[in-house]
């Protein structure tokens, strides 16, 4: 669907009338997968929405073994989740072509004329076992005895054509044998629809991102002046709109730190990397559950007028002709909005296109898209995506279902440089990140592992300087250390728990650990890693500390770094939570007493040895 919508899109087609969605589903998976109905509920959505498509069911009567009904669907038909949406459901006989090609004709002449999907039962058998492979009459011997017995479908049509009087049997064994020849001569038999002048006008040129490296220089800067005009035109919006306080408050406050009155955050830095690259000729697509507002309302990509109800995007009115800005607000689904965003991604690499989870928690409900799409498409099927995916992630004390994103998961799926793991911890990276994505030739998924309650935090900003000056850096050194003489002790992490470290050492005066930064975990930055730790000529332990327990984060992924990095004297130590089948505690109480040991045995109250 995501693929069809961004084809639509690309030729400004309003009427969905130029790109005809097709899917082909077999009866079992039709009516026992759960996305076929999530992507029904999501068929006359605003942000999903391609026009209907066509529904072509080949109803074999067996699903693998299963050919019993009372086994395989509580339902008569298996096409029965289709009229959730009151879509017509159209029965026909696959022994015969002609009524097969009526109910087809019948089909494209609805959804062309309705714009909604429509579904064609094609009732049929599997004259062969599963894949062709195993004996089917083992599970299903009646079944298949008949089958057996059965004429097929060729024979058939024949028959019925001679009877007819349409043609002989000659005439019918000549244009067999004709087909047969051309297949064998390895020919095209089927006939090419597509007209030249029709296609290449929008034809995706995907050249330029065949040979794209994720370590490509590139400059993400913005001027100054450009920051404040930006945030300006944010700002500058309708004088009949009536604001809520609170998001009034937000938007005064950005154009203060536009100014450099206010040090920059996170909303800010993510705001203003939308409006740049939409300035250098990018669209941005956002999709989401919240994503409008932002989960913790910290983004405002809409807003909403407090008498009216009607809602107003700033990022769609920078300037006259600019690409497209959407912020969508999904329907509650994982696997079927993330799949439709990975499918316009591989129609659209000249955009921004974006996936958040309300919490990445809730991510692996669409752990199929992840495990055999977006981290393995490029491999499988030389499919490129430049898909990004938000995932707020960290541990604090909100329970097991609402702290981790499973990073473990995703360095897992790592190899072949196909994708990009990022944890940025400041706004300014968030800002290089986005921008950095677009930038660069490389179209690789970006898998960015977002904040919660760093959103707020009084040490989590940035400064205009950073967005002048700056790029995202792959590594971040101690800001407190200059000289590196006295450090014994480095402490390496990523995300929220280097703030809790860094408030820790300052409240106890510690001089001799030095703390490090991981903001990409994925293509690993093993020269820049090593030449950090190489700083640290006096320092004896290299610690490793996270905020998940020590079987999930990325203790195993990036331990055999830090062992291969290190000097050999040097010894490794973990620092973070025990090993636990739940990701966090459910406990307040508990989760800051965690938290205070594993500081404690990061910065050198107790030994984490490992």
Known sequence: GGSVRARQHRRKDTSSNSVLPVLIHGDAAFSGQGVVMENFNMSQARGFSIGGTVHIIINNQIGFTTSNPLDSRSTTYCTEVARMIQAPILHVNGDDPEAVARAIRIALDFRMVYHKDVVVDLVCYRRHGHSEADEPAATQPMMYKKIRNHARVGQLYADLLVDQGVMTEDDIDALTRHYRERLDAGETVAPCIVTEPFD???????????????????????????????????NHLPESLVLHKQVRRILDDRLKMARGELPMDWGFAEALAYASLLEDGCSVRLSGQDSGRGTFFHRHAILHDQQTGDSYVPLQHLYEGQPDFVAIDSLLSEEAVLGFEYGYSTAAPYGLNIWEAQFGDFANGAQVVIDQFITSGAAKWGRLSGLVMFLPHGFDGQGPEHSSARLERYLQLCAEDNVQVCMPSEPAQMFHLLRRQMKRRLRAPLIVMTPKSLLRHKLSTSHLVDLSEGEFRLLIS??????????RRVVVCSGKVFYDLLDARRKRKIDDVAIVRVEQFYPFPTEAFCAELDRYTNAGEVVWCQEEPQNQGAWQYIWPMLRD????QQNLLYAGRQASASPA???????IEQLHELLDTALGAYDGGC
């Not at 590139?218 to 450009?226: C, F, G, L």
């Not at 101690?478 to 450090?487: C, F, G």
């Not at 990095?565 to 050999?568: I, Q, V």
């Not at 505690?585 to 989760?591: A, C, I, L, M």
Request: aromatic content about 10%.
């Open 478 to 487: 101690d800001p407190d250390i200059d000289d590196v003489t006295p450090v």
């Open 585 to 591: 505690v459910g406990s307040y109480r508990k989760h």
């Open 565 to 568: 990095s290190k000097r050999d």
């Open 200 to 234: 290449k006008p929008y034809w995706v040129d995907w050249r330029p991102y065949l040979d794209g490296r994720w370590d490509e220089d590139v400059d993400t800067r913005i001027a100054a002046d450009r920051v404040e005009t930006l945030i300006t035109t944010l």
